[in-house]
T-cell receptor, first 116, second 113 residues
Framework: GAVVSQHPSRVICKSGTSVKIECRSL??????MFWYRQFPKQSLMLMAT?????????EQGVEKDKFLINHASLTLSTLTVTSAHPEDSSFYIC????????????FGPGTRLTVL | QKEVEQDPGPLSVPEGAIVSLNCTYS??????FMWYRQYSRKGPELLMY????GNKEDGRFTAQVDKSSKYISLFIRDSQPSDSATYLC?????????????FGSGTRLSIRP
């Protein structure tokens, strides 16, 4: 149980285009979902925390207009990288927390974004 | 200074060896300490978590926390090639979604057959 999926697993796009990444909790309802970014050989950096039905809370230094997060249901959150540039190339990982006494984050497999 | 420091390695040991992975931290508010394993191009999976100081054992894995020294360790006994992965330490001040998890940069471990 507690499986989190991400789609796509990897995406290559041209500079200036927008990319949407989906994060789904497959066998549980996630009250809270998190989006992380991981550069090569670096730690996971939290970008934002989202709760179903409310606006995401962004970490300092993360542009909310560039990284749009929608948590429309208890099983789906999306991250849209708008007007992507090469410096946005990274590994994006989501995690989901069931809540209801289970305060543990389950991570998705990640999405490798390459912006040309 | 980073809140969490972790030697990136890589660390290469022969099969069957005892592996010691370590992290230091600077924030004395951290109460919950976690170790994640991350295989290449995959998301992290939680291996162990501990609360406050002390030891916790789970099979071949032992997590150790020394809050007085702000130092945590993960020991792997009888290491196997399948243990080859990047190990991330992580910690937070609380165990709820309101408490941000801070990750170390990860140590790449390779177990030689």
């Amino acid at each position: 149980g507690a499986v989190v999926s991400q789609h796509p697993s990897r995406v290559i796009c041209k500079s200036g285009t927008s990319v949407k990444i989906e994060c789904r909790s497959l066998d549980f309802q996630a009250t809270t979902m998190f989006w992380y970014r991981q550069f090569p050989k670096q730690s996971l950096m939290l970008m934002a925390t989202s709760n179903e039905g409310s606006k995401a809370t962004y970490e300092q230094g993360v542009e909310k207009d560039k990284f749009l997060i929608n948590h429309a249901s208890l099983t789906l959150s999306t991250l849209t990288v708008t007007s992507a540039h090469p410096e946005d190339s990274s590994f994006y990982i989501c995690s989901a927390e069931p809540g209801q006494g289970v305060n543990e984050q389950f991570f998705g497999p990640g999405t490798r974004l390459t912006v040309l | 200074q980073k809140e969490v420091e972790q030697d990136p390695g890589p660390l290469s040991v022969p099969e069957g060896a005892i592996v010691s992975l370590n992290c230091t931290y600077s924030n004395s508010a951290f109460q919950y300490f976690m170790w994640y394993r991350q295989y290449s191009r995959k998301g992290p999976e939680l291996l162990m978590y501990t609360y406050s100081s002390g030891n916790k054992e789970d099979g071949r894995f032992t997590a150790q926390v020394d809050k007085s020294s702000k130092y945590i360790s993960l020991f792997i006994r009888d290491s196997q090639p399948s243990d080859s992965a990047t190990y991330l330490c992580a910690m937070s001040a609380g165990y709820s979604s309101a408490s941000k998890i801070i990750f170390g940069s990860g140590t790449r471990l390779s177990i030689r057959p």
